[in-house]
């Protein structure tokens, strides 16, 4: 088992900055990837960003490449997704996940634990 504990969402106004962090404990030894997906209300879960376990390559979706960044600290095995201009279409329950495989990490598929999710509200 893996578990997965989010934090750092909060209500934000539109331009602003906002960090996610996850923290991963237990059976990460066959983890090959952490990723970050979101979901608005009324919409499917969808793919935001994913690094490797070692940190070496990261991957973004097309709506945040550019504005987002993932990162790692292996240390911990605790990834953060730094926000930046932060637009109102941004506003969603944001959930961090690991992947036990080496590809497809922009399919929800490929990920088997999932953390509870956090909210992150963009104001206009």
């Known amino acids: 088992q893996v578990q997965l504990v989010e934090s750092g969402g909060g209500l934000v106004q539109a331009g602003d900055s906002l960090r996610l962090s996850c923290a991963a404990s237990?059976?990460?030894?066959?983890?090959?990837?952490m990723g970050w997906f979101r979901q608005a209300p009324g919409k499917e879960r969808t793919f935001v960003a994913a690094?490797?376990?070692?940190?070496?390559?990261?991957y973004y979706g097309d709506s945040v490449r550019g504005r987002f960044t993932i990162s790692k600290d292996s240390a911990n095995n605790t990834v953060f997704l730094q926000m930046t201009r932060l637009e109102p279409g941004d506003t969603a329950v944001y959930y961090c996940?690991?992947?036990?495989?080496?590809?497809?990490?922009?399919?929800?598929?490929?990920?088997?634990?999932w953390g509870q999710g956090t909210q992150v509200t963009v104001s206009s």
């Open positions: 996940a690991v992947s036990p495989y080496g590809y497809n990490w922009s399919l929800r598929t490929a990920y088997n634990y």
């Open positions: 237990g059976r990460t030894f066959s983890s090959k990837a």
């Open positions: 690094i490797s376990w070692s940190g070496s390559a990261t």
